[in-house]
């Protein structure tokens, strides 16, 4: 069996799934697949089940590290953590801050497949 579509899940699953692949694990390439390291936060998540954020973020930049097509995720975490213990940062050259943002406008929610109630919500 293959793996699920990000439209086989149930409503919350969906909302979850899409904010883990632009938050926690974030990736570039279509969202519509769910990988099972996904579906394990997802899950997770759902249960209450305690699982260790630092590590998995950690074992997703090894990954991007070893991959010849991926960059390192986490930039503007990774900048803030290297100012706060002193890394001298000087000598990197800026970068221009995103023009546009995620929203979870109807327009937004449209696209993920969502759809208006009979009762509006």
Same mark, same amino acid.
Request: charged share 25%.
């Given at each position: 069996?293959?793996?699920?579509?990000?439209?086989?899940?149930?409503?919350?699953? &969906?909302?979850?799934?899409?904010? *883990? $692949?632009?938050?926690?694990?974030?990736?570039?390439?279509?969202?519509?697949?769910?990988?099972?390291? @996904?579906?394990? *936060?997802?899950?997770?998540?759902?249960?209450?089940? &305690? *699982?260790?954020?630092?590590?998995?973020?950690?074992?997703?930049?090894?990954? $991007?590290? @070893?991959?010849?097509?991926?960059?390192?995720?986490?930039? $503007?975490?990774?900048?803030?953590?290297?100012?706060?213990?002193?890394?001298?940062?000087?000598? @990197?050259?800026?970068?221009?801050?995103?023009?546009?943002?995620?929203?979870?406008?109807?327009?937004?929610?449209?696209?993920?497949?969502? @759809?208006?109630?009979?009762?509006?919500?």
């Amino acid at each position: 069996m293959g793996k699920p579509s990000a439209h086989s899940l149930i409503v919350p699953s &969906q909302g979850l799934h899409h904010m *883990i $692949c632009s938050i926690l694990l974030p990736r570039e390439e279509h969202r519509d697949k769910v990988s099972y390291l @996904e579906a394990f *936060i997802v899950d997770s998540i759902l249960t209450e089940r &305690q *699982i260790h954020v630092g590590y998995l973020m950690m074992m997703h930049m090894i990954s $991007c590290v @070893e991959s010849t097509t991926r960059v390192l995720p986490y930039d $503007c975490f990774l900048t803030r953590v290297f100012k706060d213990v002193g890394v001298d940062l000087s000598r @990197e050259t800026d970068f221009e801050a995103p023009t546009s943002y995620d929203m979870y406008d109807e327009q937004s929610l449209g696209r993920m497949k969502f @759809e208006k109630a009979p009762n509006g919500s």
